[in-house]
């Protein structure tokens, strides 16, 4: 059973391969998709999935939303063009993990990027970012960036201030092309030297 780990905000697709089942000459007829919660059992579908399409060998199951700390079970059933039935099982959790961190001075003032060139499919291309600071000691938000910019695959942070001895989580949000969101975060340690 594979598994993957999203934050609440993002969206992107994920792809169930049954290749490896198919002989030659067979191909997928239909599928089914169902989604639950793994703690209640409770159907979670159009939380937590927002489309799937047979492409090729492949279901394309695009995931999105969900609640911080949740499990979801998904399951893809396929019909082949022979009768025969595959299944593929994915388990998706929903937390908010920290990707990267760095350390800074107080008085630094510089930009840090995040690459989601590994992310991306192909073809596609960040469009917009957002940028979301909190001070980690009580969560209040934290104004210790300037306005993101984009030069896709990476989004630049310009990061300045912070308390000596204090962490900040960001959040870097990118919304692409085709309307996928993908999300990263970076704590940034500040220790004066």
């Keep these: 059973m594979d598994s993957i ?15 490896t089942d198919l002989i030659t000459g067979e191909s997928i007829s ?10 209640t059992g409770v159907d979670s579908l159009a939380m937590i999935v927002a489309s ?6 492949d279901v394309k199951v695009v ?10 079970s998904i399951q893809c059933v396929v019909t082949t063009s022979y009768g ?10 929903v937390k908010s993990v920290i990707d990267d961190s760095f350390t800074k001075q107080p008085g ?22 957002a940028v979301s600071a909190i001070f980690e000691g009580d969560g209040t938000g934290a104004g210790v960036y300037n306005t993101p910019s984009v030069v896709s ?4 942070v310009p990061v300045h201030g912070g308390v000596d001895g204090k962490t900040y ?15 990263k975060f970076i704590r940034m340690n500040v220790q004066e030297f």
Excluded: W
């Design 30 to 39: 239909s599928k089914t998709v169902t989604c639950v919660n793994a703690a």
């Design 5 to 19: 780990t999203k934050s609440p905000n993002e969206k992107f697709p994920v792809y169930c391969g049954f290749s």
């Design 169 to 183: 989580r960001f959040g870097v949000r990118g919304t692409t092309n085709m309307g996928y969101i993908y999300e």
């Design 108 to 129: 630094d003032t510089f930009l840090f990027d995040v690459d989601y060139t590994r992310r991306l499919e192909s073809g596609d291309v960040i469009a917009s970012a």
């Design 153 to 156: 695959p990476k989004i630049g």
């Design 52 to 57: 799937s399409t047979i492409i090729g060998p």
């Design 84 to 93: 025969n039935v595959y299944q593929r099982d994915l388990i998706v959790f």
């Design 63 to 72: 995931v999105q939303a969900g609640t911080e700390d949740d499990e979801h």
